[in-house]
C-alpha cells in the first residue's frame, strides 16, 4: 500500500496542473477527486487481476483514467450536450485500459500500443497531441517550440514511419 501512497503524491500536482489547463471549466475539487479516484481504480484494477500488465507509462494510465473521470463528472452535471472537445475526446481515449469504462483491446491495438511506448518521449508526445488531443499543427509547433510547421510535419511523418517499422516487425517474429 505504501507504493501506492508514493504512486499518489509522486504525480498528483503535475495530473491538477494538467487537468486544470485540458478541463479548465472543471473545480479543482473535483480533479483532486478525479485524481484519488483514478489511483484507487488503479490498485483495485490490480487487486481484482483485471489489470495485470500495461504498454503504456504507469503515469500516462493513471491520467487516462483521471480524464475520463473528469469527462464523466462534467457529462453528469452538465444539463447541455458536451463540448465537442469533450465528446472526441471521449472517442479518442479507445485506447485506454480502464477495464471498467473501455471494452478489452484487440490484437492490433494493443501491438500499436506496446510500439508507441518503445517510441522516444518526443515522439509519444508529437503522437498523442496530434491522434488523441486532435490538435493541429500549428497548436503542436507552438506547445512543443518548433520553429516551423514543416518541422513538426516531417517529424510526424517520420514518427508514423518508424512506428510502422516496429510494428511490421513485431509480426514478422
Same mark, same amino acid.
Given at each position: 500500500?505504501?507504493?501506492?501512497?508514493?504512486?499518489?503524491?509522486?504525480?498528483?500536482?503535475?495530473?491538477?496542473?494538467?487537468? +486544470?489547463? %485540458?478541463?479548465?471549466?472543471?473545480?479543482?475539487?473535483? &480533479?483532486?477527486? @478525479?485524481?484519488?479516484?483514478?489511483?484507487?481504480?488503479?490498485?483495485?484494477?490490480? +487487486?481484482?487481476?483485471?489489470?495485470?500488465?500495461?504498454?503504456? $507509462? /504507469?503515469?500516462?494510465?493513471?491520467? !487516462?483514467?483521471?480524464? %475520463? /473521470?473528469?469527462?464523466?463528472?462534467?457529462?453528469?452535471?452538465?444539463?447541455?450536450?458536451?463540448?465537442?472537445?469533450? @465528446?472526441?475526446?471521449?472517442?479518442?481515449?479507445?485506447? @485506454?485500459?480502464?477495464?471498467? !469504462?473501455?471494452?478489452?483491446?484487440?490484437?492490433?491495438? $494493443?501491438? #500499436?500500443?506496446?510500439? &508507441?511506448?518503445?517510441?522516444?518521449?518526443?515522439?509519444?508526445?508529437? &503522437?498523442?497531441?496530434?491522434?488523441?488531443?486532435?490538435?493541429?499543427?500549428?497548436? /503542436?509547433?507552438?506547445?512543443?517550440?518548433?520553429?516551423?510547421?514543416?518541422? /513538426?510535419?516531417?517529424?510526424?511523418?517520420? $514518427?508514423?514511419?518508424? !512506428?510502422?517499422? #516496429?510494428?511490421?516487425?513485431?509480426?514478422?517474429?
Amino acid at each position: 500500500m505504501e507504493a501506492f501512497d508514493q504512486l499518489y503524491s509522486l504525480y498528483r500536482n503535475d495530473f491538477i496542473k494538467a487537468a +486544470k489547463y %485540458r478541463f479548465s471549466s472543471s473545480r479543482e475539487d473535483d &480533479i483532486v477527486d @478525479a485524481w484519488q479516484d483514478a489511483v484507487i481504480s488503479f490498485y483495485d484494477q490490480i +487487486k481484482s487481476g483485471k489489470l495485470q500488465s500495461l504498454s503504456c $507509462t /504507469i503515469k500516462s494510465f493513471l491520467y !487516462l483514467i483521471g480524464f %475520463r /473521470i473528469l469527462i464523466k463528472t462534467y457529462n453528469y452535471n452538465s444539463k447541455h450536450e458536451p463540448f465537442d472537445s469533450f @465528446a472526441s475526446e471521449n472517442e479518442n481515449l479507445k485506447y @485506454a485500459y480502464d477495464m471498467e !469504462l473501455l471494452p478489452e483491446l484487440d490484437e492490433k491495438q $494493443t501491438l #500499436l500500443n506496446k510500439k &508507441i511506448v518503445e517510441l522516444p518521449e518526443q515522439s509519444r508526445r508529437m &503522437i498523442m497531441l496530434r491522434y488523441v488531443d486532435g490538435k493541429s499543427i500549428a497548436e /503542436i509547433k507552438n506547445e512543443m517550440n518548433y520553429q516551423s510547421e514543416n518541422a /513538426i510535419s516531417v517529424n510526424l511523418s517520420r $514518427t508514423l514511419k518508424k !512506428l510502422k517499422e #516496429l510494428i511490421e516487425q513485431a509480426r514478422n517474429i
